[in-house]
T-cell receptor, first 111, second 113 residues
Framework: ETGVTQSPTHLIKTRGQQVTLRCSSQ?????VSWYQQALGQGPQFIFQ???????GRGNFPPRFSGLQFPNYSSELNVNALELDDSALYLC??????????FGPGTRLTVT | GNSVTQMEGPVTLSEEAFLTINCTYT??????LFWYVQYPGEGLQLLLK?????DKGSNKGFEATYRKETTSFHLEKGSVQVSDSAVYFC????????????FGRGTSLIVHP
């Protein structure tokens, strides 16, 4: 059984640019959630997708957007990057139950 | 709203010492409680969970008991190893929150040989 994978591992962008992060969910999981983890903090919920529809959103501006594809993989897009967007971005997949399985994360640095 | 408070770290111990990491919570409804562990450079892994009052979650020598009366879920281990060095996150979910976990800030554990 393949676990949750994310790409890329690390990324450096310039303020104002746009970025796309990718996540492949664990086999059999139809729900994907994205989290932002700033240095020294716990993960903060960005949004969740269930069967290709957004199923909940945290306190993040609209420049954070996402997609889920028919194979349940997902993308997180961030427009107009700001310095404070520098963080570890975590993807987690699950079924309708509440147990989430996390990927290793993408480390984004905005300069 | 829901919130989780963890003791601040880092917690520094010698190998074979006893570990306690405190966690308290506030929640609407009846939460499920979790401990996650994050090893350096990795994502979060579920360590243990408890879904109702007085339940004890356990895994890999770690234990935590769901205490509704004190709204706590403290993590304990009788004898830590160097390989336990990591950041530990307490979290909760509620059905009213669509099972999205609310995390604490994390507690760093450093175990010396």
């Amino acid at each position: 059984e393949t676990g949750v994978t994310q790409s890329p591992t690390h990324l450096i962008k310039t303020r104002g640019q746009q970025v796309t992060l990718r996540c492949s969910s664990q086999s059999g999981h139809n729900t994907v959630s994205w989290y932002q983890q700033a240095l020294g903090q716990g993960p903060q919920f960005i949004f969740q997708y269930y069967r290709e529809e957004e199923n909940g959103r945290g306190n993040f501006p609209p420049r954070f957007s996402g997609l889920q594809f028919p194979n349940y993989s997902s993308e997180l897009n961030v427009n107009a990057l700001e310095l404070d967007d520098s963080a570890l971005y975590l993807c987690a997949s699950s079924t309708e139950s509440y147990e989430q399985y996390f990927g290793p994360g993408t480390r984004l640095t905005v300069t | 709203g829901n919130s989780v408070t963890q003791m601040e770290g880092p917690v520094t111990l010698s190998e074979e010492a006893f570990l306690t990491i405190n966690c308290t919570y506030t929640a609407t409804g009846y939460p499920s409680l979790f401990w996650y562990v994050q090893y350096p450079g990795e994502g979060l892994q579920l360590l243990l969970k408890a879904t109702k009052a007085d339940d004890k979650g356990s895994n890999k020598g770690f234990e935590a008991t769901y205490r509704k009366e004190t709204t706590s879920f403290h993590l304990e281990k009788g004898s830590v190893q160097v390989s336990d060095s990591a950041v530990y996150f307490c979290a909760l979910t509620t059905s009213g929150g669509s099972y999205i976990p609310t995390f604490g800030r994390g507690t760093s554990l450093i175990v010396h040989p």
